[in-house]
């Protein structure tokens, strides 16, 4: 019985900015993704007494079906290469669900990523990428990892050189956001302020917090804060806890803020856990 164990690590927007909507109904967008170092961990074990996918996990908020989209990239796999054994896939959840901050996206990209080194396939990360945005426009940025300019619909990207060792603490409040809601109610007319991309990867480039922290720009806050005031009060903690920047990843509703050293976002993270149970310190990753 082999098997392989991996770990599949959320991202936050650095910038998220909306350029129109296509003829599909999806939206171009231009945001700028860096992932950090909070991640499940996923255990994929072939088993050759049967041909079915199995999903479990130590959470109860996740699909343990064929609506799973770790389970989609098993079948995928599954199908292209004709692979007659059955998988079983365990999911270690510790990115909140729901959240902005591609958990989902990460889970699928680690099953393609360990069924390709599991089953010999020799597909490059190019390939699984190609694989992945069938999936989810999420997936091949959470394949390529570390920190990329996302285009198109989010599957177009050009790595950039990411913030390293950047302290990050992240509040998700106990609210529930739809993706596809916050895009239909995003009113492109009246967006005021956009996020200067060119400066912001510059900034980024050169480890310049300061800037990056006053740079950042999420379009989709003007829909999801309007309706849920914790994300703007939740804003102002992280700054009130010494924050340089605080922003909503995503379309939502996690909120995170960037720190210039670990005993401030420490401190950030112990004050911000009494009011707001999902609640996590970490920092960025560049491998």
């Known amino acids: ?33 860096q992932q950090v170092n909070l991640f499940d961990e996923i255990k994929v074990i072939e088993n050759k007494d049967n041909n079915r996918i199995t999903v479990t996990s130590n959470c109860d908020f996740i699909p343990k079906n064929n609506t799973n989209i770790a389970y989609k990239a098993a079948e995928i796999i599954k199908e292209r290469f004709n692979i007659p054994y059955g998988i079983n896939i365990h999911i270690q959840k510790n990115i909140p669900v729901a959240a902005g901050l591609a958990g989902g996206s990460s889970n699928a990209a680690g099953v393609l990523t360990a069924l390709n080194k599991m089953w010999d396939l020799d597909l490059s990360t190019e390939e699984l990428m190609d694989i992945g945005v069938k999936i989810g426009a999420d997936v091949p940025f959470c394949i390529l990892g570390s920190a990329a300019l996302a285009e198109g619909i989010g599957e177009r990207l050009t790595p950039i050189n990411g913030l390293k060792n950047t302290w990050i603490v992240l509040a998700k409040p106990s609210i529930s956001v739809s993706t596809a809601e916050v895009y239909r109610s995003l009113e492109m007319d009246k967006i005021i302020k956009r996020p200067e991309t060119g400066k912001l990867i510059q900034a980024i480039e050169d480890q310049d917090l300061y800037t990056v922290s006053s740079e950042m720009i999420n379009v989709l806050e003007t829909v999801t804060e309007r309706k849920h005031s914790v994300i703007r009060q939740l804003k102002g903690k992280m700054m009130e806890y010494n924050a ?8 939502g509703p996690t909120v995170f803020g960037i720190f210039r050293n670990y005993k401030k976002a420490k401190a950030a993270y112990d004050n911000l856990l009494i009011i707001n149970k999902q609640t996590y310190l970490t920092q960025t990753y560049n491998e």
Not at 244 to 251: E, F, H
Request: no cysteine; glycine share 10%.
């Open 1 to 33: 019985m082999r098997f392989i164990t991996v770990k599949s690590r959320a991202k936050i927007n650095l910038s998220l900015d909306v350029i129109g909507k296509r003829t599909d109904g999806y939206h171009e967008v231009q945001m700028i993704m």
């Open 244 to 251: 340089l920047g605080s922003m909503m990843s995503g379309s």
